[in-house]
């Protein structure tokens, strides 16, 4: 998945969905209680309508979240909206617009995740009740915000990924000399970090020399970012034969592998592992490998179907969700690629 961060007026946001709540704060300002206390005395409503607000609306990953959103909603009968909320703005009158059409909560996944005050605040003040999907709030102490939430298991997901490069590195044989890790980060979102940490950590704990691993940071989360990123790590070593690719996303791995191919490189010399499954099909389907070896698939289904039914349940039955619930990925590659889509609902 790209991630996307908009800074550009959240300061103004939070101070004016504070201002929305009618009290006075000392101190920074932290999301009101009143969303998070339980069911209400008063009776569920006869139609439960929820939304869900993705930040990258045109992105495969947010568009199977909605697919299975709206499985949930045909199987327990609630009216869900779907809405792209792209920058902070957009967030906020999008909360407005729910209300006005008598939503009781959304799901979403916030375009900057320090909008979560402003969020929390804006969804108390119309009585809304909020599920935090893939990327969770963060609050003006920096820290995470008391708000149920559903992401990956990122340190772990980065793990498998670092295993895998590390078992195809010793089933290859490469020669350590001749070989070396390029790391393609973005280490500002708390989640990407720890993907990326977590595939170095693995590759270290298999004996790969932590000395052979060369990170390079994206300026974005793009095939592009990457591209840029890669070159500069392949022009400052040259004297590398073989490279192990990993990053926090497909495209992130995609990426370095096209500059790769463009110095000469191929699917011999390149074990490329992304994280994610939504985007690199066509990697998989193509006629001749790529150096793209493998991804961690991340499953939509839960992200999508279980986040709205739990956010359902919430309103209609009083039935509080997990504060914080992770999921785990799948490891595929060209060879099981189509069985574990199907299986997972996304071919």
Known sequence: ???????????????????????????????????????????????????????????????????????????????????????????????????????????????????GPAIMAKANANTMKVFSVDDQFVGADGAFMDVPYMGISARDIGEQVGRTLADEFTRRAWPLEETAAAGITFDELDTARERTQGAIAALTGAGFPADRIFTAPMKTTDTEGSFNAAGTVLTQHPEIKRWLVFSMNDEGVMGAVRAMEGRGFNADTIVGVGIGGSTCRVEFEKTTPSGFYATCLISPLRHGFETSEMLYKWIHDGVEPPKDTRTKGIIITRENFEEVMREQGLM
Do not use: H
């Not at 939304?51 to 045909?74: C, D, I, M, Y």
């Open 1 to 115: 998945m790209k991630t996307w961060i908009s800074l550009g007026g959240v300061v103004w946001f939070i101070a004016a969905a504070a201002f929305l709540t009618g009290c006075s704060q000392e101190g920074s300002p932290t999301a009101p209680a009143a969303n998070n206390d339980g069911p209400s005395s008063a009776q569920p409503p006869a139609r439960v309508r929820i939304g869900f607000l993705v930040k990258q609306p045109e992105e495969p990953w947010f568009q199977q979240e909605w697919k299975f959103a709206r499985k949930a909603a045909a199987q327990y009968g609630f009216d869900l909206v779907e809405i792209g909320a792209t920058d902070g703005e957009k967030v906020l009158t999008a909360i407005d617009n729910l209300a006005a059409q008598n939503a009781q909560g959304f799901v979403i996944c916030t375009p900057d995740v320090r909008l």
